[in-house]
């Protein structure tokens, strides 16, 4: 069986990165993410993957942290690039050539963000990892993920998160709550259901890229998904 995605962008949220923990990376969790994704790549698929930063700093509390926003915001997108560092770490043990890319330079660590560089290295079978969100304060990774994925042409937009899909209530408070297995945009709307923040996702919708949401933390999931089978929830017009 051939994969139903050719090309694929990857979010991952940073706290998924804790594993058990309660603050930054657990190595065990980048080690699963990194076979996952080889095995993806191993059927051909471009991965390109954008992390987030709230396991280490999120700059929107400004009441909580007492810094300002867009400051808070500068740190955040660098903790980003921390745990971009640490997945490009994990994806080289498992022996896949990779690009760490930046929004915001730091030419020693990181690319600068080039579209048709990163385009160039997900056709070489390089994996690309979008580091430091946007580069612009108020916006979230989730909406760096949406951008990447429209701006590099990607099929789709894989959402990993610690539930597999969306739900018609909070399947922890509720339990007769069930899955969607396909949902439309509007639906979404309509029933003002959590996918992602409304800039991420109205950005998917006016593009028309559908977005898949799943469980990142079972191993093999990436690959049912990126088969084309019956897990998590899509998005689509
Ligand atoms: N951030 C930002 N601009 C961006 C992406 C991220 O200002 O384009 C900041 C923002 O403060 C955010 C933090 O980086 O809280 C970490 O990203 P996010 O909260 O999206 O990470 P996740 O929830 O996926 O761990």
């Known amino acids: 069986m051939l994969p139903k995605y050719k090309r694929i962008l990857l979010k991952l949220s940073g706290e998924s990165l804790m594993g058990e923990g309660n603050y930054g990376i657990d190595h065990r969790v980048i080690s699963q993410y990194a076979y996952d994704i080889k095995a993806a790549t ?3 698929v471009q991965v390109a993957v954008v992390i987030g930063g709230g396991n280490i700093y999120r700059g929107m509390n400004e009441k909580e942290t007492g810094i300002e926003r867009a400051q808070g915001d500068y740190m955040g997108m ?3 690039v921390i745990n971009g560092m640490a997945m490009q770490s994990g994806l080289e043990k498992v022996g896949l050539y990779t690009r760490l890319q930046s929004a915001i330079k730091m030419e020693q660590i990181a690319e600068p963000y080039i579209r048709r560089r990163a385009i160039r290295h997900l ?10 969100g946007t580069g612009n304060p108020y916006f979230t990774t989730d909406t760096a993920a949406s951008l990447r994925a429209i701006e590099i042409q990607a099929d789709v937009i894989l ?10 209530a909070d399947p922890e408070k509720d339990p007769t709550a069930t899955r969607f297995e396909t949902i439309t945009f509007s639906e979404v709307y309509q029933k003002s259901l959590n996918v992602m923040d409304m800039t991420a996702f109205t950005l998917c919708q006016e593009n028309k890229l559908p977005i898949i949401v799943f469980d990142m933390n079972r191993p093999g999931n990436l690959l049912q998904v990126i088969m084309g089978k019956n897990v998590g929830t899509l998005v689509k017009g």
């Open 42 to 44: 191993d059927l051909g």
């Open 78 to 80: 660098l903790a980003t």
């Open 123 to 132: 056709e070489k079978g390089r994996v690309v990892i979008f580091g430091a």
């Open 159 to 168: 959402k990993g998160t610690r539930v597999d899909g969306i739900y018609t």
